[in-house]
């Protein structure tokens, strides 16, 4: 895991976790009900499958996702917690942001 902060609040426990590189884009990714490994790394061509392990994992550690057995077929499916479901304002509020910062430069 990463050096975090080493204060209790609640902004700087939650930037612990997701503002890791890479991080918002692997949220991204599941926050559009993208659910494989192989296709989450499609919609993040630069990302090693290495880097795209540690940061699932680290999302299941901190209990933004939990991983599941596919239904029908080999291998594993990623899904949202409540808690990553949570997260899912801050993941608009970036986007808004970034056209926002956009529109003015």
Same mark, same amino acid.
């Given at each position: ?15 612990? =976790?997701?503002?890791?590189? *890479? ?13 494989? @490994? ?5 919609? =993040? ?33 990623? *899904?949202? $917690? ?8 801050? $993941?608009?509020?970036?986007? $808004?942001?970034?056209? @926002? $910062?956009?529109?003015?430069?």
């Amino acid at each position: 895991m990463h050096n975090g902060y080493n204060q209790f609040c609640p902004i700087a426990k939650t930037s612990e =976790i997701v503002a890791v590189r *890479w991080m918002p884009l692997v949220l991204r990714e599941l926050m559009a009900d993208i659910r494989t @490994f192989n296709d989450i790394q499609r919609g =993040i061509p630069l990302i090693s499958r290495a880097v795209l392990t540690a940061r699932l994992r680290e999302l299941e550690h901190h209990g933004i996702i939990e991983r599941r057995k596919r239904e029908g077929r080999q291998g594993t499916e990623y *899904w949202l $917690t409540p808690a990553g479901n949570a997260l899912r304002p801050i $993941t608009v509020s970036l986007v $808004t942001g970034a056209l @926002f $910062t956009r529109a003015t430069v």
